[in-house]
C-alpha cells in the first residue's frame, strides 16, 4: 500500500512552459486535493476533487486545471507556467466516510524561472 | 469566518523540556481540529485529532494537544522535546464540505 504518490519530486521550468504534475493514491480514497504551500502561508487549496468525473475550484485555482478520469489519479495541470507558481505542491485524499482526514503526498518542489 | 491561528512563526526549546506550539480558532459550531508535522522535504504527517470527547487529546511520538472550548485554543504539547522533533507543525480546522483550513505553521527547533 503506497498511500498518495506524486511524481516528479523536483522541476525547474521555464516561463510560459506547461507541465503536469501527478498525483496517485491506492487507498480507493473518494475525495483528493491539490495544494500548494508559500513559505509562511500554509497551505492553500488550489482544486479538489469528490470523485471520478467530479472537480471543483479552491481557494486559488487560476493557473491551474486538473482532471479525475479515475478514482486514483488526481493530475495537475499548469498551462503558461509563470514565477508566481514557484512553490510546493502537495497532493491528498481522504476517505469518504472520514472526510476531514487527510493523507498527503510526499510533494513536489516547482521553480519557474 | 472559519479560520485558524498559529500566533508564533518558530518556537525554540533545549531537549528535554518541555514544548508548546500555540493554535487558536474560530469556528462556528463544534470543531475539528487536527495537527501534522512536515520533516524537511516532505509531505505533512497527521498527529492527532480532536473531534469530541476529553478534553486532552494523545497522539504520535508521546504529543498530545489540549482543547480548551473557552479559549478556543487547541495547542500542541509534548513533556519533553528532543532534537528529532524538531519540524514545521500546523493545526487544521476542517470546515465541513471535505474542506481544511490550515495555519500558516510553526517551526519547531529543539537544541541539544
Known amino acids: 500500500n503506497a498511500g498518495v504518490t506524486q511524481t516528479p519530486k523536483f522541476r525547474i521550468l521555464k516561463i510560459g512552459q506547461s507541465m503536469t504534475l501527478q498525483c496517485t493514491q491506492d487507498m480507493n480514497h473518494n475525495y483528493m486535493y491539490w495544494y500548494r504551500q508559500d513559505p509562511g502561508m500554509g497551505l492553500k487549496l488550489i482544486y479538489y476533487?469528490?470523485?471520478?468525473?467530479?472537480?471543483d475550484k479552491g481557494e486559488v485555482p487560476n493557473g491551474y486545471n486538473v482532471s479525475r478520469s479515475t478514482t486514483e489519479d488526481f493530475p495537475l495541470r499548469l498551462e503558461l507556467a509563470a514565477p508566481s507558481q514557484t512553490s510546493v505542491y502537495f497532493c491528498?485524499?481522504?476517505?469518504?466516510?472520514?472526510?476531514?482526514?487527510?493523507?498527503f503526498g510526499p510533494g513536489t518542489r516547482l521553480t519557474v524561472t | 469566518a472559519q479560520s485558524v491561528a498559529q500566533p508564533e512563526d518558530q518556537v525554540n526549546v533545549a531537549e528535554g523540556n518541555p514544548l508548546t506550539v500555540k493554535c487558536t480558532y474560530s469556528v462556528s459550531g463544534n470543531p475539528y481540529l487536527f495537527w501534522y508535522v512536515q520533516y524537511p522535504n516532505r509531505g505533512l504527517q497527521f498527529l492527532l485529532k480532536?473531534?469530541?470527547?476529553?478534553?486532552l487529546v494523545k497522539g504520535s511520538y508521546g504529543f498530545e494537544a489540549e482543547f480548551n472550548k473557552s479559549q478556543t485554543s487547541f495547542h500542541l504539547k509534548k513533556p519533553s522535546a528532543l532534537v528529532s522533533d524538531s519540524a514545521l507543525y500546523f493545526c487544521a480546522l476542517y470546515t465541513g464540505g471535505f474542506k481544511t483550513i490550515f495555519g500558516a505553521g510553526t517551526r519547531l527547533f529543539v537544541k541539544a
Open positions: 491528498a485524499s481522504t476517505p469518504r466516510d472520514r472526510g476531514y482526514e487527510q493523507y
Open positions: 476533487s469528490v470523485g471520478a468525473g467530479i472537480t
Open positions: 480532536y473531534i469530541t470527547g476529553d478534553n
